[in-house]
């Protein structure tokens, strides 16, 4: 079977990428760029030093702060406005997914036209966006490399998955030293973010030798970095190796795609506005204990990537350590437990798991789950 293989046509990793970065975009003979962005990095001034720097290089520069978190239909509308009215030639994410998925939304309705909820779902679009740079300030997402858009729609309080290869930016870079800053919640969130690209790629339906190989490597790097990067946000080394983990799982997921656990994290942020990183961590090791049911070597395999000594041991044996492993790195880096602690209710989850079982079609977990699977998982992530 035929398979295809997604990414930016350029990537640049390293210290100094930024410098790098926008030698590249003058090659291209942009004149005006959309920073989309959030508020805070405004205010620590990260978003004026880049732009700074392509002022500097005679690019002009419009401004928009008003990502948010999870962020929204509502975002993707006022980010088009802006661009559309200083008829901006091309966009600039800085920022986490957030401002990735924000200007990919911006970017798709800018060529498409209509609205982003239209592109809901697997290559829908049918004109590439509007030229998107994403320059990444956190390592977990890697939205700045994946052709994936989450959207918050408003009216219906859930999280719209647009898988489409318009969507993928034309440059992504990753710079450690904008990532020096960031706080240790936000450090560990994404970093978890990242493992669960790396494990639901290693166990899709969809996974080949080149999605395997990105996926353990990434695993890899995670566990011997993450805990570094969370005690020592000042720690460039570590800082770097997370944002070479991530974008090792991003190439694995953006490929073999993902499973359960972000079908059902997308329904949590969606409907209570929570931090997505922490809900994939927190239902990571549930959907792995019914997962293992099928692919116990898979597992075991990611216990062996996360130092774990499998010699000897059955599948299902190393599939335990696995999900014991992925417990007790979230534990480290300060993740809470259960979605209790978020303030998920048990009367929600019906409504949670229907919802799910939506977005998971596009997705590829090994094994197909029922309502009530799904209901049950969610239970035991309480």
Known sequence: MATKFFIPSVNILGQNSVEEAVKDIKSFGF??????????????????????????????????????????????????????????DF????????PHDCAKGIALVATNGGQIKDYEGVDVSTKPQLPLVAINTTAGTASEMTRFCIITDEARHIKMAIVDKNTTPILSVNDPELMLDKPASLTAATGMDALTHAVEAYVSIAANPITDACAIKAIELIKANLVNAVKDGQNIDAREQMAYAQFLAGMAFNNASLGYVHAMAHQLGGFYD??????????????????????????????KAMGENINGLSAELGAKLAIEAIKNLSESVDIPATL????VKAEDIPTLAENALKDACGFTNPQQASFDEICQIYQAAL
Do not use: W
């Not at 392509?54 to 088009?80: H, K, R, W, Y």
């Not at 966009?91 to 957030?98: K, N």
């Not at 931090?275 to 070597?297: E, F, M, R, S």
């Not at 209790?340 to 303030?343: S, Y």
């Open 91 to 98: 966009i600039i994410s800085l920022g986490g997914g957030s």
């Open 340 to 343: 209790t602690e978020l303030g």
């Open 274 to 303: 929570l931090p997505h990183g922490v809900c994939n961590a927190i239902l990571l090791p549930h959907v792995q204990n019914y997962n293992a049911k099928v692919v116990p070597q898979r597992l075991a395999d990611v216990a």
């Open 31 to 88: 004149k005006h760029a959309l920073i989309v962005t959030d508020k805070p990095l405004v205010k620590i001034g990260l978003v004026a030093k880049v732009a700074d720097k392509l002022q500097t290089e005679n690019i002009q520069v419009s401004i928009f702060d008003g990502v948010q978190p999870n962020p929204t239909t509502g975002n993707v509308e006022a980010g088009l406005a802006l661009l559309n009215s200083n008829k901006c």
